[in-house]
């Protein structure tokens, strides 16, 4: 059930944008996007709900697509500062329909941005 | 500072032994998330905890155990540590999960070497 995310690594100039996919074989309640860089916590960017709530983040935004379940980020023109390892979390709703919030992370995107 | 504490920053045991990492959540927050995280991998969800009371389990061994205590903090116990136990453990915190759910608060994390 872990979501798969695409694609696994992202080397860009600064200025560039890129694309990170998250996708997930079982419906979806919500999914999280989060940034780790090397050594430290990952840092909550957003999250979008089923329903189509949704919340950006500098010039980073992200979707989600419910009948393919499956949420994209992007990020436009990319900083330095924007160099890290992104993962989605996913949220899936119980059998009573109720979430108790686990997520279930994919294996994340590595972004390098160059000057 | 994210706001979650987590203790000991640093850990070095030998095999065999049994260690506490302790969690102390976001100011409010009631659920407490661990997260298993080893080299260059993602993060592995063990177990969650809300207002006191176990509601999610992971892939968590059964040399491996936790609890929240009545102030919210929250311990993870893990016993006869082999090598392999070596990772980064997190401790995330969020105010409620259920629809209306927040994004998760990473402390620093707990950097686990058994030799």
């Known amino acids: 059930q872990q979501p798969v995310q695409s694609p696994q690594a992202v080397i860009l100039r600064e200025g560039e944008d890129a694309v990170i996919n998250c996708s997930s074989s079982k419906a979806l309640y919500s999914v999280h996007w989060y940034r780790q860089k090397h050594g430290e916590a990952p840092v909550f960017l957003m999250i979008?709900?089923?329903?189509?709530e949704q919340k950006g983040h500098e010039k980073i935004s992200a979707s989600f697509n419910e009948k393919k379940q499956q949420s994209s980020l992007y990020l436009t023109a990319s900083q330095l500062s924007y160099s890290g390892t992104y993962f989605c979390?996913?949220?899936?709703?119980?059998?009573?329909?109720?979430?108790?919030?686990?997520?279930?992370f994919g294996q994340g995107t590595i972004l390098t941005v160059h000057p | 500072d994210s706001g979650v504490t987590q203790t000991p920053k640093h850990l070095i045991t030998a095999t065999g032994q049994r260690v506490t990492l302790r969690c102390s959540p976001r100011s409010g927050d009631l659920s407490v998330y661990w997260y298993q995280q080893s080299l260059d991998q993602g993060l592995q969800f063990l177990i969650q905890y809300y207002n006191g009371e176990e509601r999610a389990k992971g892939n968590i061994l059964e040399r491996f155990s936790a609890q929240q205590f009545p102030d919210l903090h929250s311990e993870l116990n893990l016993s006869s540590l082999e090598l392999g136990d070596s990772a980064l453990y997190f401790c995330?915190?969020?105010?409620?999960?259920?629809?209306?759910?927040?994004?998760?608060?990473f402390g620093s994390g707990t950097r686990l070497t058994v030799v």
């Open positions: 979390g996913t949220e899936f709703l119980n059998a009573g329909g109720t979430s108790y919030g686990k997520l279930t």
């Open positions: 995330a915190s969020t105010l409620k999960p259920g629809r209306k759910n927040y994004g998760y608060t």
């Open positions: 979008l709900l089923k329903g189509g």
